[in-house]
Antibody, heavy 117, light 110 residues
Framework: QMQLQESGPGLVKPSETLSLTCTVSGDSISSYYWSWIRQPPGKGLEWIGYIYFSGATNYNPSLKSRVTISRDTSKNQFSLKLSSVTAADTAVYYC???????????WGQGTLVPVSS | QSALTQPPSASGSPGQSVTISCTGTSSDVGGYNSVSWYQQHSGKAPKLMIYEVSKRPSGVPDRFSGSKSGNTASLTVSGLQAEDEADYYCSSYAGSNNVVFGGGTKLTVL
């Protein structure tokens, strides 16, 4: 059974780097592609980026200068780093598996990351 | 890339049908058959309901259907049920390995 679980600090200070990890069970991250998406409180979804089965990455142009997605195949995990955060980066962060035609077919439960001093 | 345009709200009575639109451009919705729809209940993660414009994942009721005409995609929910009340988001491939979401539509079952 496919499961994804986000983990990371519950609070990040402005100007610091937000770091999250997604642990995948039921599938290998060396297959398919894997994504991060975020949702500010009360607002819509925003795609952050992908890491492909090859290890290549692609990012939302609006976040590209601050985002890094990486993976640890030995732990079956992939990670998100978002630098120089501000209050505008406060959101629920989701990890998900990429399915057919750029869909996202399995999602983690999400984790709220407030940015506050 | 700009967000796809969805109506903020939609509603219908139990048993009725409701259609939610998702308007983009020829660079995203109109250019690719890569439109997806997600259902999100309050406080929960999104769930994939439609992919490749009109395909349903296993387990999604056939009351949910998708279509596309030009730069506008649509999600139709037939035979509305109370459990269909949720937020719905569309997404589309936008070229250059990018994806864009719509702003979301809150569906209310009256």
């Amino acid at each position: 059974q496919m499961q994804l679980q986000e983990s990371g600090p519950g609070l990040v200070k402005p100007s610091e780097t937000l770091s999250l990890t997604c642990t995948v069970s039921g599938d290998s991250i060396s297959s398919y592609y894997w994504s991060w998406i975020r949702q500010p409180p009360g607002k819509g979804l925003e795609w952050i980026g992908y890491i492909y089965f090859s290890g290549a990455t692609n990012y939302n142009p609006s976040l590209k200068s601050r985002v890094t997605i990486s993976r640890d195949t030995s732990k079956n995990q992939f990670s998100l780093k978002l630098s120089s955060v501000t209050a505008a980066d406060t959101a629920v962060y989701y990890c998900a598996r990429g399915g057919s035609a750029w869909s996202l077919d399995y999602w983690g439960q999400g984790t709220l990351v407030p940015v506050s001093s | 890339q700009s967000a796809l345009t969805q109506p903020p709200s939609a509603s219908g009575s139990p048993g009725q049908s409701v259609t939610i639109s998702c308007t983009g451009t020829s660079s995203d919705v109109g250019g690719y058959n890569s439109v997806s729809w997600y259902q999100q209940h309050s406080g929960k993660a999104p769930k994939l309901m439609i992919y490749e414009v009109s395909k349903r994942p296993s387990g999604v009721p056939d009351r949910f259907s998708g279509s596309k005409s030009g730069n506008t995609a649509s999600l139709t929910v037939s035979g509305l049920q109370a459990e269909d009340e949720a937020d719905y988001y569309c997404s589309s491939y936008a070229g250059s390995n990018n994806v864009v979401f719509g702003g979301g539509t809150k569906l209310t079952v009256l």
